[in-house]
């Protein structure tokens, strides 16, 4: 084995100094590419959340306006009950 004197294992000291602020630079450039990913998946998943609000809140309209139609329209059928029964009743099994 080849003992190294005190310039080569300086030299060699130096190298592996190097080595580390390089990785150091590395994970730096990686950490802050992480951070941005994040900040752009925060945004974005705050941005569905509120087009999935949006929705809801369409989706209960549109129910809502669909039992006012349903209503209406029984209303509409118990008012030609009245008048015809027949046609009722072929309505309603049809």
Same mark, same amino acid.
């Given at each position: 084995m080849t003992t190294l004197n005190g310039m080569e294992k300086f030299?060699?000291?130096e190298d592996k100094l190097?080595?580390?602020v390089e990785y150091a630079k590395h994970l730096r450039q990686e950490k802050e590419s992480l951070e941005r990913e994040v900040a752009a998946l925060k945004?974005?998943?705050a941005a569905r959340? !509120?087009?999935n609000e949006r929705l809801n809140q &369409?989706?209960?309209q549109m129910l809502n306006e669909r039992d006012a139609i349903k209503?209406?329209?029984e209303a509409m059928l118990d008012a030609i009950a009245l008048? !015809?029964?027949e046609l009722t009743e072929a309505a &309603?099994?049809?």
């Open positions: 030299n060699h000291l190097y080595r580390i945004r974005e998943a959340a !509120e087009e &369409r989706l209960h209503n209406k329209v008048v !015809e029964p &309603r099994r049809g």
